[in-house]
């Protein structure tokens, strides 16, 4: 009986094994798309993190940099502790977890509360950058971010092309009697700007508020898909941890 008790715990322990390390593979895996959609937030859509008031999305892409990178880290480990068999391992590695998902949690949160003020802050914000800000002496990070966020998305003005006209830069002498910024246009040539008519400049429902949310919006859902979708899966790896943690203690005591 005792020997029956002993076959069953070894077969209980291998499966366990062998489930936890498909589970920490898909694990693996997530971690390092949290990670690469992180790096392409900074790195592809950087351009346009100058024309927006609060730093809570970029801080969001560097959350989820550091808990992809700890998830990849922390797979490795479960590799090999899974391979060892070693409570203590197996200890580290939930906690390690543990870790991790509230680092998620914290991303999930800032993401959501950013959601919720998004409107609002980018119709305060971005019509005061172009009026106030764009060309000016000292913000040619902010004139390149506008430049590019109107000539990616094909739109003109925050809410239409009618507000450059009380843009300091278009009132002022560097302007040289243009009417919109170049990056109006919908072929770029030195001071196309100057005409402003819906053949030569775009002209788009909403302006580039409009465009900037919903791709903002777009981009804080896939951060939080990809987040919870990892979450879901520590969820399962820390039961599955605990589990073998406890078949490993009666096992050996």
């Not at 009026?131 to 966020?149: C, M, W």
């Not at 770029?188 to 005409?195: A, D, H, L």
């Not at 791709?215 to 605990?242: E, K, N, P, R, S």
Request: charged share 15%.
């Amino acid at each position: 009986m005792a020997h029956y008790k002993t076959e069953q715990a070894d077969w209980l322990i291998v499966y366990l094994k062998y489930l936890l390390f498909v589970f920490n593979f898909f694990f693996w895996v997530g971690g390092a798309a949290v990670l690469a959609v992180g790096v392409w937030t900074l790195v592809e859509k950087s351009g346009y993190l100058s024309v927006l008031a609060s730093s809570t999305f970029a801080a969001s892409a560097y959350i989820l940099i550091f808990a992809g990178a700890l998830v990849m880290v922390t797979g490795f480990l479960g590799f090999g502790a899974i391979l060892r068999e070693q409570r203590g391992c197996l200890s580290t590695y939930f906690c390690l977890l543990l870790v991790i998902f509230l680092v998620e949690l914290v991303a999930g949160i800032l993401a959501h509360v950013y959601y919720q003020r998004l409107s609002d802050e980018l119709k305060q914000h971005l019509n005061r950058t172009l009026s106030e800000n764009y060309g000016q002496p000292g913000a040619t990070e902010i004139t390149a971010s506008v430049d590019r966020l109107q000539q990616d998305f094909k739109c003109c003005g925050s809410n239409s092309s009618a507000d450059w006209q009380h843009s300091t830069y278009i009132l002022s002498r560097e302007a040289e009697g243009r009417r919109v910024p170049d990056s109006c246009c919908k072929t770029v040539v030195t001071r196309c700007g100057q005409r402003a008519h819906p053949s030569n400049i775009y002209k788009v429902e909403g302006g580039c508020i409009t465009k900037l949310e919903q791709f903002l919006a777009d981009h804080l859902l896939l951060m939080g898909a990809v987040g919870i979708g990892v979450a879901c899966l520590q969820i399962c790896g820390m039961v599955l941890t605990c589990c073998l943690h406890r078949r490993l203690q009666r096992y050996f005591y």
